[in-house]
Protein backbone atom coordinates (compact mmCIF):
# COMPACT_ATOMS: atom_id res chain seq x y z
CA UNK A 1 0.00 0.00 0.00
CA UNK A 2 0.84 3.35 -0.52
CA UNK A 3 2.14 5.77 2.03
CA UNK A 4 1.79 9.85 1.89
CA UNK A 5 3.93 11.99 3.42
CA UNK A 6 2.84 15.85 4.05
CA UNK A 7 5.04 18.54 4.19
CA UNK A 8 3.46 21.29 5.60
CA UNK A 9 4.18 25.18 5.97
CA UNK A 10 3.06 26.15 9.56
CA UNK A 11 4.03 29.96 8.73
CA UNK A 12 7.39 32.21 9.97
CA UNK A 13 5.98 32.23 14.04
CA UNK A 14 2.59 33.27 14.40
CA UNK A 15 0.26 29.87 15.58
CA UNK A 16 -2.49 32.57 13.66
CA UNK A 17 0.26 32.01 10.01
CA UNK A 18 -1.54 28.32 10.40
CA UNK A 19 -4.28 28.27 6.95
CA UNK A 20 -6.99 26.02 6.97
CA UNK A 21 -5.69 24.11 4.39
CA UNK A 22 -2.41 23.03 6.69
CA UNK A 23 -4.92 21.92 9.78
CA UNK A 24 -6.88 19.84 7.62
CA UNK A 25 -3.73 17.91 6.33
CA UNK A 26 -2.64 17.64 9.99
CA UNK A 27 -6.27 15.73 11.11
CA UNK A 28 -5.17 13.57 7.98
CA UNK A 29 -1.65 12.48 9.58
CA UNK A 30 -0.77 9.41 11.82
CA UNK A 31 2.94 10.10 12.02
CA UNK A 32 4.20 13.78 12.44
CA UNK A 33 8.23 13.59 12.53
CA UNK A 34 10.28 16.02 13.93
CA UNK A 35 14.01 17.07 14.48
CA UNK A 36 15.33 17.66 18.12
CA UNK A 37 18.16 20.64 17.76
CA UNK A 38 19.06 20.51 20.96
CA UNK A 39 21.72 18.22 20.74
CA UNK A 40 23.72 20.63 18.43
CA UNK A 41 22.37 23.94 19.41
CA UNK A 42 22.16 23.62 23.34
CA UNK A 43 18.43 24.24 23.34
CA UNK A 44 18.86 27.88 22.63
CA UNK A 45 15.68 27.11 19.65
CA UNK A 46 13.38 25.31 22.63
CA UNK A 47 10.63 27.82 21.99
CA UNK A 48 10.45 26.71 18.15
CA UNK A 49 10.06 23.21 19.01
CA UNK A 50 7.67 24.29 21.88
CA UNK A 51 5.58 26.22 19.51
CA UNK A 52 4.99 23.16 16.78
CA UNK A 53 4.23 21.48 19.95
CA UNK A 54 1.52 23.93 20.61
CA UNK A 55 0.09 23.14 16.95
CA UNK A 56 -0.22 19.71 17.46
CA UNK A 57 -1.87 20.31 20.61
CA UNK A 58 -4.57 22.96 19.52
CA UNK A 59 -5.59 21.87 16.19
CA UNK A 60 -5.01 17.96 15.89
CA UNK A 61 -7.52 16.14 17.25
CA UNK A 62 -6.97 12.48 16.10
CA UNK A 63 -4.84 10.33 17.60
CA UNK A 64 -1.22 10.68 16.07
CA UNK A 65 2.31 9.63 16.71
CA UNK A 66 5.52 11.98 17.07
CA UNK A 67 8.74 10.56 15.81
CA UNK A 68 11.82 12.38 16.87
CA UNK A 69 15.60 12.29 15.89
CA UNK A 70 18.38 14.13 16.95
CA UNK A 71 19.51 17.13 14.24
CA UNK A 72 22.07 16.06 12.07
CA UNK A 73 25.61 18.38 13.10
CA UNK A 74 26.74 20.97 10.28
CA UNK A 75 29.03 23.59 9.54
CA UNK A 76 26.97 26.68 9.21
CA UNK A 77 29.59 29.25 7.55
CA UNK A 78 32.08 26.88 5.85
CA UNK A 79 34.63 27.92 3.39
CA UNK A 80 33.15 25.37 1.14
CA UNK A 81 29.40 26.15 1.11
CA UNK A 82 27.70 24.23 -1.58
CA UNK A 83 29.99 20.72 -0.73
CA UNK A 84 29.32 21.32 2.67
CA UNK A 85 25.53 21.56 2.50
CA UNK A 86 25.54 19.04 0.10
CA UNK A 87 26.75 16.36 2.42
CA UNK A 88 24.70 17.71 5.00
CA UNK A 89 21.92 17.01 3.11
CA UNK A 90 22.80 13.37 2.41
CA UNK A 91 22.82 13.04 6.28
CA UNK A 92 20.16 14.45 6.87
CA UNK A 93 18.38 12.65 4.00
CA UNK A 94 19.35 9.28 5.48
CA UNK A 95 18.01 10.07 8.59
CA UNK A 96 15.03 10.94 7.68
CA UNK A 97 14.90 7.55 5.25
CA UNK A 98 15.77 5.59 8.22
CA UNK A 99 12.72 7.37 10.25
CA UNK A 100 9.86 6.90 7.54
CA UNK A 101 10.82 2.94 7.15
CA UNK A 102 10.95 2.13 11.23
CA UNK A 103 7.72 4.43 11.41
CA UNK A 104 5.57 4.96 8.51
CA UNK A 105 3.18 1.47 8.22
CA UNK A 106 1.88 0.59 4.89
CA UNK A 107 -1.26 3.00 3.76
CA UNK A 108 -0.14 5.75 6.93
CA UNK A 109 0.24 9.24 6.50
CA UNK A 110 3.07 11.08 7.91
CA UNK A 111 4.26 15.03 7.85
CA UNK A 112 7.15 17.46 8.48
CA UNK A 113 5.94 20.67 9.80
CA UNK A 114 8.34 23.00 8.70
CA UNK A 115 8.49 26.96 8.92
CA UNK A 116 7.64 29.37 6.55
CA UNK A 117 6.67 28.22 2.94
CA UNK A 118 7.77 24.26 1.78
CA UNK A 119 8.86 25.89 -1.07
CA UNK A 120 11.25 28.67 -0.46
CA UNK A 121 14.21 28.00 0.87
CA UNK A 122 13.56 24.63 2.82
CA UNK A 123 14.73 21.27 1.79
CA UNK A 124 12.54 18.81 2.84
CA UNK A 125 10.83 18.49 -0.28
CA UNK A 126 14.15 17.32 -2.44
CA UNK A 127 15.17 15.51 0.32
CA UNK A 128 11.85 13.17 0.15
CA UNK A 129 11.74 12.70 -3.59
CA UNK A 130 15.39 11.80 -3.32
CA UNK A 131 14.31 9.20 -0.76
CA UNK A 132 11.54 7.99 -3.17
CA UNK A 133 13.50 7.61 -6.24
CA UNK A 134 16.89 6.27 -4.79
CA UNK A 135 14.60 3.16 -2.29
CA UNK A 136 11.79 2.94 -5.42
CA UNK A 137 9.07 3.79 -2.56
CA UNK A 138 5.77 4.56 -3.42
CA UNK A 139 5.83 7.29 -1.47
CA UNK A 140 3.16 10.14 -2.34
CA UNK A 141 4.63 13.56 -1.26
CA UNK A 142 1.93 16.33 -0.82
CA UNK A 143 3.21 20.04 -0.32
CA UNK A 144 1.10 22.22 2.15
CA UNK A 145 1.86 26.19 1.21
CA UNK A 146 2.42 28.32 4.64
CA UNK A 147 2.63 32.11 5.39
CA UNK A 148 6.54 32.38 4.56
CA UNK A 149 9.11 35.38 6.41
CA UNK A 150 8.59 37.08 3.02
CA UNK A 151 4.87 37.64 3.45
CA UNK A 152 5.39 37.86 7.03
CA UNK A 153 8.19 41.02 6.43
CA UNK A 154 6.10 43.00 3.91
CA UNK A 155 2.79 42.72 5.80
CA UNK A 156 4.25 43.42 9.38
CA UNK A 157 6.16 47.11 7.17
CA UNK A 158 2.84 47.43 5.20
CA UNK A 159 4.81 46.93 2.04
CA UNK A 160 4.12 45.67 -1.55
CA UNK A 161 7.05 43.76 -2.76
CA UNK A 162 7.13 44.39 -6.38
CA UNK A 163 6.79 48.12 -8.08
CA UNK A 164 4.87 48.16 -11.09
CA UNK A 165 6.42 46.06 -14.04
CA UNK A 166 9.82 45.47 -11.96
CA UNK A 167 10.95 42.02 -10.79
CA UNK A 168 11.94 41.32 -7.23
CA UNK A 169 14.86 39.15 -6.54
CA UNK A 170 15.39 36.26 -3.36
CA UNK A 171 18.49 35.86 -2.51
CA UNK A 172 21.00 34.90 0.32
CA UNK A 173 22.92 36.58 2.25
CA UNK A 174 26.00 34.90 1.08
CA UNK A 175 25.51 35.81 -2.15
CA UNK A 176 24.63 39.37 -1.39
CA UNK A 177 27.72 39.76 0.57
CA UNK A 178 29.85 37.95 -2.33
CA UNK A 179 28.64 40.26 -5.18
CA UNK A 180 26.76 42.90 -3.99
CA UNK A 181 23.31 44.75 -4.85
CA UNK A 182 22.63 43.42 -8.18
CA UNK A 183 22.83 46.59 -10.66
CA UNK A 184 19.38 45.41 -12.71
CA UNK A 185 17.38 44.70 -9.21
CA UNK A 186 15.60 47.88 -7.71
CA UNK A 187 13.79 45.31 -5.48
CA UNK A 188 15.95 42.23 -3.49
CA UNK A 189 14.91 39.96 -0.35
CA UNK A 190 17.34 39.05 1.22
CA UNK A 191 17.54 35.50 3.09
CA UNK A 192 19.62 33.30 5.17
CA UNK A 193 22.32 36.43 6.36
CA UNK A 194 24.44 35.28 9.10
CA UNK A 195 26.47 37.73 8.87
CA UNK A 196 24.66 41.44 8.58
CA UNK A 197 25.69 41.46 4.93
CA UNK A 198 23.68 44.74 4.82
CA UNK A 199 26.33 46.02 6.95
CA UNK A 200 29.01 45.85 4.09
CA UNK A 201 27.01 47.64 1.07
CA UNK A 202 28.82 50.54 -0.32
CA UNK A 203 25.23 52.07 -1.70
CA UNK A 204 24.16 55.23 -0.69
CA UNK A 205 20.68 54.68 -2.23
CA UNK A 206 18.98 51.87 -0.64
CA UNK A 207 16.44 52.21 1.67
CA UNK A 208 16.19 48.83 3.85
CA UNK A 209 13.00 47.14 5.91
CA UNK A 210 14.24 44.69 8.63
CA UNK A 211 12.50 42.64 10.74
CA UNK A 212 13.63 39.47 13.21
CA UNK A 213 11.38 37.28 14.80
CA UNK A 214 8.27 37.81 12.53
CA UNK A 215 4.91 37.13 13.98
CA UNK A 216 5.85 36.32 17.29
CA UNK A 217 5.84 38.58 20.92
CA UNK A 218 9.68 39.25 20.14
CA UNK A 219 8.91 40.45 16.84
CA UNK A 220 11.64 43.72 16.12
CA UNK A 221 11.29 46.18 12.60
CA UNK A 222 13.65 48.49 11.60
CA UNK A 223 13.24 50.41 8.15
CA UNK A 224 14.71 53.22 6.47
CA UNK A 225 17.41 54.46 4.89
CA UNK A 226 20.38 51.85 4.84
CA UNK A 227 23.48 53.95 5.94
CA UNK A 228 21.50 55.97 8.52
CA UNK A 229 19.89 52.08 10.37
CA UNK A 230 22.43 50.16 9.63
CA UNK A 231 24.39 50.29 13.22
CA UNK A 232 20.61 50.58 14.69
CA UNK A 233 20.25 46.79 13.29
CA UNK A 234 23.32 45.58 13.62
CA UNK A 235 23.46 46.22 17.59
CA UNK A 236 19.28 45.10 18.07
CA UNK A 237 20.12 42.02 16.30
CA UNK A 238 23.40 41.52 18.51
CA UNK A 239 21.19 41.78 20.95
CA UNK A 240 18.56 39.71 20.20
CA UNK A 241 20.68 36.84 19.37
CA UNK A 242 22.75 36.98 22.35
CA UNK A 243 19.38 37.56 24.80
CA UNK A 244 17.75 34.36 22.69
CA UNK A 245 20.59 32.19 21.39
CA UNK A 246 19.65 32.75 17.82
CA UNK A 247 17.62 35.01 15.48
CA UNK A 248 15.73 34.17 12.13
CA UNK A 249 15.50 37.44 10.03
CA UNK A 250 14.46 38.98 6.96
CA UNK A 251 14.99 42.14 4.94
CA UNK A 252 14.19 44.03 1.62
CA UNK A 253 16.31 46.59 -0.19
CA UNK A 254 14.82 48.89 -2.35
CA UNK A 255 16.66 51.30 -4.39
CA UNK A 256 15.68 55.01 -4.40
CA UNK A 257 14.36 55.81 -7.55
CA UNK A 258 15.05 59.19 -8.99
CA UNK A 259 11.31 60.90 -10.80
CA UNK A 260 8.06 58.84 -10.57
Excluded at 103 to 113: D, I, K, Q, S, V
Aim: aromatic share 6%.
Amino acid sequence: MNRTIYVIGIGAGNPEHLTLQAVAAMNRVDVFFTIDKGAVDGGATADLAALRAELLARHVTRPHRVVTAPEVPRDRDPAEYVDTASRWQLRRGMLYEAMIAEALRPGETGAFLVWGDPALYDGTLPLLRRIAERTHDQLRIVSIPGISSVGALAAAHGLVLNRVGAPVLITTGRRLADGGMPRDVDDVIVMLDGRAAFAGLPDTDLDIFWGAYLGTPDEILVSGDLPAVRDEICARRAEARARKSWIMDTYLLRRRRVGP
